[in-house]
């Protein structure tokens, strides 16, 4: 057999695979689970412990760095090639809440390996995919020869994701330089499923409100007044269901305006996608579909923005009558956006809606809770190329598309930090993210490695942004 | 002075209205609070009280009733006239509960006279206004020089009404061969104010329903689905906006079928009472007006039906946010019937309209609750005209008309006994029903007594349904 660049990767990944699954299931551990004060040891115990795995695999800077909250990780490896890239990897090593008692068939926080499946809480959700990097970033030096890594390389790996990442937006800009890069790759997603290895190309962004509508200054008769003042429930209701036109677009003037439509390109390769609608409703736990016309389901919630209304209240609610004319009503509406539209706009138009809907004698008021900004990264992108072409080399299979139709945090690490954001991640949807009884499929747990080893030397080759930083 | 019949009544009741008020705060020192399971004695002290004092007053029959729960009174003076119309005075002895920690200025339960008001609770609601009829009966007797009274007269006074008359109904139909009458008097209502005194002409109906709408079978993330499946909070708001037209007219077919239209009579009648929108829009607490459009506020709390959303709720409603399509969401909704409307057909319009709007995927379930009936004597009607003239009379001024928005158990009444239901009350919206320091106007209460001591007279002159009972 010729040894060729891959044969060498994959000779390497024979060699260290045993110590690499045995030094994940020392992180995996440490029930470094940020949503409880408790562990607050444990997710300092989980970062400590990356930052010296991270030294140990050759970085020659690991720190542990400090926020309000819970503390990150962030590790650099310079080139020292002049005009690499910079890229910055990120994830996390924080883990939601787990117990046996939840219905785990095992510890989760004592790793057991069945067949080709290693279950632990964080298997998949991140410290499998954090941790690919380490061994794919050793076998790309490996294969090369080289002694540090053809881009320059950070990662940031962050301790209270699976919390909200209350502290992140303010680590991001305290150290804005420090994390300076050409391109984030996020590696906290995963694949359509284990026969179809995919990219994800963007996340849908969100913004969302409280509206409180004021009617009367008490609930009032609805004998006495019914009939002829304003019901505040009933504007709720009007506000709520003029959201949508007949055809389920959303019916805000502009809302439309900025969004950046999905290519014809784009809609063949999702179309490719061995898509299930009877099996992807039974996940849904729905029973039936319904959106935007014109659109498929996947269309709907990977790329197309929409107006989702998350809870409705007001008058009374208890057993039996009270014939009321309410005194308040209250919506929390959400709005996912795409690519093109900006929070801040979308959340204007929204507020202007709102107000010129709101009848006489009701009064409104309108707060935005919080706000992810979307992310695309088009299929010609070169840094995305790069990422197909080393997944096509780890899978040796022709790599399809997908989005996200969630929101997160990556969008803004984006934004803070001027870069487009890639997705880079071998999760499947049977992994159990947030679930009883995660895992990882220990096989895609190499793919992941094995990607990670091509993608650093084919972005150096290929993706050489204008404004590269040659630190 | 020339002794008019009149006159005759206005000396006797100068005679006698000292020791009806010291009657009448007997009774009042009742605390008969049907809502009180501690005060179920009181309740039925306060029924034998009243029996007592109808013998006494002359009625060969009183007697307590029982019912599954709280007593009412039943009473019956046969006129001995062949072809006497029967009447039925309806009313009820139970009371709101009160205590002076509420914010009294004195005991409720301790009737105090200030000037021409007396304060108790149960003053104006309904004590006074059933009390006025014994005096008024014997002034009738006195100016009329007859042993018993000119119509067959019977009287029903419930002890749950402010419990919501639960076995009312079963009551009603239990006795319905005693109770039967021509023309049903309810005295528990009101004029327009203290110097505009009026006749009530009708009630509106009721009927009210609860929507459950289930979609996915949990709540789900709405990033991941939504956009694609359907919400039920939006189809709740979608049924709740489409309950009414731009013209705040309800938009559900055939709802206004069976209405009996205002007359331009009425509605001429009804614009000459001096509404001050400003004062309504303070008494309803409400900021601004809104119904459906070509009606006045008078006309469309009176004489128009509506569709009102009592309450609504679903998905996520505390603080902060829950990006989440929700699993179900709940609408409470009433609409007020008026006359000609059956309930019966509007509950089937409601439904057919409800379900033929449920999306695919979504699931319903619609469970009326509970309902009354409308009713409406029309102006040209004889027993109608005889309560205008004995009010005339009492009042020495020209008699306006009014209607009630709410609903109540008069019109089951009628329909149980197949009689039109009028109204003779005299109690004004300042009395404070159901409130803090509720009082009577003695002056007004006096010119119930007097048109009670009219009224027989004229309807056995006036009043000759072709159907009466001659007993």
Redesign the interface.
Known sequence: MTKTPDSVVRSYLDQHQAAFLADLADWLRIPSVSADPDRAQDVRRSAEWLAAKLRETGFPVAEVWETDGLPAVFAEWPSGEPGAPTVLVYGHHDVQPAAKEDGWDTEPFEPVTVGDRLYARGAADDKGQVFFHTLGLRAHLAATGRTAPAVNLKLLVEGEEESGSPNFGALLRREADRLAADAVFVSDTGMWNETTPTVCTGM?G?T?CQVDLY????D????????????P??V?????????DAERRVDIPGFYDDVIELTERERELFARLPFDEEQW?RV?????????AGYS?LE??WA???A??????????GP???????AE??L?L?F?LVAGQRVEKIQQLVREWIEARI?????SEIVF??ASRPCLTPLDHPALQSTVRAMGRAFGQEILFTR????GPAADLAEVLGAPVLFLGISVPSDGWHSINEKVEIGLLRKGVEASAYLWGDLAEHFRPAAADAN
Not at 220 to 231: E, L, M
Not at 236 to 244: C, D, N, S, W
Not at 284 to 292: D, I, N, R, V
């Open positions: 849908r969100i969302d009617g009367p200054d008490s009032i008769h609805s004998g006495s007044f019914g009939g002829a003042v304003p019901n429930a009933t709720a209701a009007e506000l709520a269901a003029a959201l949508h409703l849904a736990k729905s029973h039936g579909t319904q959106g935007e389901t709907r919630i197309r923005p929409t989702e209304v998350n809870g409705v209240w007001g008058g009374y609610t039996g009558r009270k014939t009321i004319v309410p009503a209250h929390k959400s996912r009848p006489a004698g009701v009064r809770k919080g996200e139709g969630g929101s």
